[in-house]
């Protein structure tokens, strides 16, 4: 898709970010620019057209067994198993008529990527898991054995006989959320552990053989300091994890922290700056390589290899993710799809009942949706390598679109200049400095379009 001049993407001089934490921009756009249409496009028709041989398969386990106060995902606690074994069940159904809206064109269908992600995926039962497995597999034709395949779980629901399934089944990365290996600074975060539950999860995760572990930590809980933070950053190391994500700690509305939580906004961003900046060098210093804000991968491990091997990371998805279940996302090049999404107790409930009772045949067509077009595109491909450490190859975004980045984004490249958050000793790829990193999550929003953040402004919470 080449253009001949220049695109006028922006809008004006965009107002400089006052605080670096303002959005984690892990997709986009938002689930909350997505509209429902009454009678949406057919998949089979969104699909026609598309690269089938290379598609990665993402499933929403939308169950959790407790909800952290700092947690807006879409996921219900709690739930019996005529719930979870009902979801399976419309899982199934909707796996069908996907894999039929793929196979309409006649093309060759292959995975190359898989992740089951939530909620809790681990919530399920051993028995629960080997179905959801089989679906994966039997009905969507994913050879899990064969492709690179991530599973996150908690300290308690990573049982041996559930890990037993995803090993035998052949997953290559397990994310564990633990967030802190302080029992004071997890109740702090309303995320009741004990730390003698997270090292028996880890002790049990590393027996199982994972190629890969991942540990996910916060920091901005209320209290926590550098030294407190390093013992958690120290415990984590002790498990030589091939990945540790660093997360800054969000309130947002609807979640259990948001009605208890009044720290001074100043003070809060200062104290969260900080502890990233400890946390970043104290990783790198145990010979972690930063990937992105969040990421750092432990050099000369299979985290390495799965990065260099499928070339595909948190933001590379221009289209081609098929995803199942409530609340997951599937990106076509025309078109992001999903289901309705939530973070109020209430609404996921009933969100997820009028998931299983869904007919079959609803299932065929999209239904919240948001229309890509050109300007998005380049927004998307922007981000998806701006925010990481690699950087925005320019000569791949003038091969894509027949312009350069900095013509169509003229005033937030110069902002990103003038504020020194762009490295200027490179002319091939534009890449943040380590202090425009430490500021990704307002970098981002940056190259948001009018339509997006109007759609996001009118969006009510729920």
Not at 143 to 152: G, I, N, Y
Not at 290 to 296: A, E
Not at 308 to 328: C, F, K, P, R
């Amino acid at each position: 898709m080449a253009a001949s001049a220049p695109v006028q993407l922006f809008s004006g001089r965009p107002v400089s970010p006052e605080t670096p934490y303002q959005q984690y921009v892990y997709v986009y756009p938002h689930q909350k620019a997505y509209r429902r249409l009454e009678s949406g496009p057919l998949l089979s028709e969104l699909w026609r057209h598309e690269q089938l041989g290379s598609l990665s398969l993402y499933v929403h386990i939308p169950f959790c067994e407790m909800r952290c106060g700092f947690c807006n995902l879409f996921t219900r606690t709690g739930a019996p198993e005529d719930v979870t074994s009902a979801f399976l069940d419309t899982l199934g159904r909707q796996a069908q008529v996907t894999r039929e809206a793929l196979e309409a064109s006649g093309r060759s269908v292959r995975f190359q990527l898989s992740a089951f992600g939530g909620g809790t995926p681990t919530y399920l039962t051993a028995a629960e898991l080997t179905r959801l497995c089989d679906i994966c597999e039997n009905v969507m034709g994913a050879d899990l054995r064969a492709v690179p395949w991530s599973v996150e779980t908690s300290p308690a629901t990573a049982t041996a006989d559930r890990l037993a399934v995803l090993a035998e089944r052949g997953a290559t990365r397990l994310s564990i959320g633990v967030q802190s290996f302080i029992d004071e600074e997890a109740r702090a975060a309303v995320r009741p552990q004990k730390r003698a539950e997270v090292e028996g999860a880890l002790t049990r995760l590393r027996e199982a053989g994972f190629p890969i572990l991942n540990i996910d930590l916060i920091y901005g809980i209320d209290g926590q300091t550098e030294a407190s933070f390093r013992v958690s950053l120290d415990a984590a190391l002790a498990w030589e994890p091939e990945e540790i994500y660093l997360y800054p700690l969000y309130v947002r509305p609807l979640t259990g922290l948001s009605t208890r939580h009044d720290k001074d906004r100043r003070q809060w961003d200062e104290q969260r700056l900080r502890l990233y900046r400890y946390g970043r060098d104290h990783l790198l210093a145990a010979g972690y390589e930063q990937t992105s804000m969040r990421v750092f991968r432990r050099l000369g491990t299979p985290a390495d290899d799965l990065a260099e091997d499928t070339s595909i990371s948190e933001y590379n998805q221009q289209a081609g993710m098929v995803g199942l279940g409530v609340g997951a996302r599937s990106f076509t090049s025309a078109l992001h799809y999903t289901t309705d999404y939530a973070v109020a107790v209430p609404e996921v409930r009933r969100i997820i009942d009028d998931y299983i009772a869904t007919p079959t045949e609803e299932f065929r067509r999209a239904q919240w949706v948001f229309r890509m077009d050109d300007g998005e595109r380049r927004r998307m491909y922007v981000l998806q390598w701006l925010l990481e450490t690699v950087g925005l190859p320019v000569a791949g975004y003038r091969g894509l679109f027949g312009t350069e980045p900095e013509e169509d984004f003229p005033a937030e490249f110069a902002l990103l200049r003038e504020k020194r958050w762009l490295d200027d000793g490179e002319s091939t790829v534009l890449r943040l400095t380590p202090e425009g990193m430490a500021w990704a999550d307002a970098i981002g929003p940056l190259f948001f379009s009018p339509r997006v953040n109007d759609a996001m402004t009118s969006y009510l919470d729920k």
